[in-house]
């Protein structure tokens, strides 16, 4: 089974502190994704990566930057930490083969709440 | 019309009735199809993905309707451990590799 482990299931920072959430994959996937997961507004997709040192801007990417140095690491950076970005933070990996998509293996999330 | 719609229920059904869910996409040219699950504060889970000819797993139906763009789930026979948050996903427009979501169906099955 594809496994994606976040770092931290539980994180509480101040406003303005830069927060760091990691997220690694064990199924030498190519792509990576962060998304936040809000009530009343589901899932949003804030960066994404194809593969080591690409990233792409999501719908959301205000506020935040990613970083690909390894295939299987992909780390989400909030630079300066703001309340209202306290939520639930995904991270999910996927493969794709010839033109089809398996589908996303998502991260067991890490709750971050801003103060 | 947002790129994909789904009816947020919730859905109250008795244990053993039938629930179907649709979800709606606007791009004609999505490619890639999937239903999730999703537990009370947990991560989503791949439950299926939809194939063009519809496709079964055990009580759990799925089709696809491309004419009028939406995808649905069937839940036959439903079990009190089928309560959750069914999300669906399709690919977003002008890559196959990211997946816009539903914002869920909440399905509680009653004893």
């Known amino acids: 089974d594809v496994k994606v482990t976040q770092s931290s299931r539980y994180l509480v920072k101040r406003t303005g502190e830069k927060v760091f959430l990691e997220c690694v994959q064990d199924m030498d996937h190519e792509n990576m994704f962060w998304y936040r997961q809000d009530p009343g507004l589901g899932l949003r997709l804030i960066y994404f990566s194809y593969d080591v040192k690409m990233k792409e801007k999501g719908d959301i990417p205000e506020g935040y930057s990613v970083s690909r140095e390894k295939k299987e690491r992909f780390s989400l950076i909030l630079e300066s930490a703001s309340t209202n970005q306290t939520s639930m933070y995904l991270c999910?990996?996927?493969?794709?083969?010839?033109?089809?998509?398996?589908?996303?293996?998502f991260g067991s999330g890490t709750r971050l709440t801003v103060v | 019309r947002k790129e994909v719609e789904q009816d947020p229920g919730p859905f109250n059904v008795p244990e053993g009735a039938t629930v179907a869910f649709n979800c709606t996409y606007s791009?004609?040219?999505?490619?890639?199809f999937f239903w999730y699950r999703q537990d009370c504060r947990k991560e989503p889970k791949l439950l299926m993905s939809v194939y063009s000819s519809g496709n079964e797993d055990g009580r759990f139906t799925a089709q696809l309707n491309r004419a009028s763009q939406y995808i649905s789930l069937l839940i036959r026979d439903s079990k009190l451990s089928d309560s959750a948050t069914y999300l669906c996903?399709?690919?977003?427009?002008?890559?196959?590799?990211?997946?816009?979501f539903g914002k869920g169906t909440l399905l509680t099955v009653n004893p």
């Open positions: 791009n004609s040219a999505s490619q890639s």
């Open positions: 996903a399709v690919n977003g427009r002008g890559s196959n590799y990211k997946l816009t």
């Open positions: 999910a990996s996927s493969a794709v083969d010839r033109g089809e998509n398996y589908g996303y293996t």
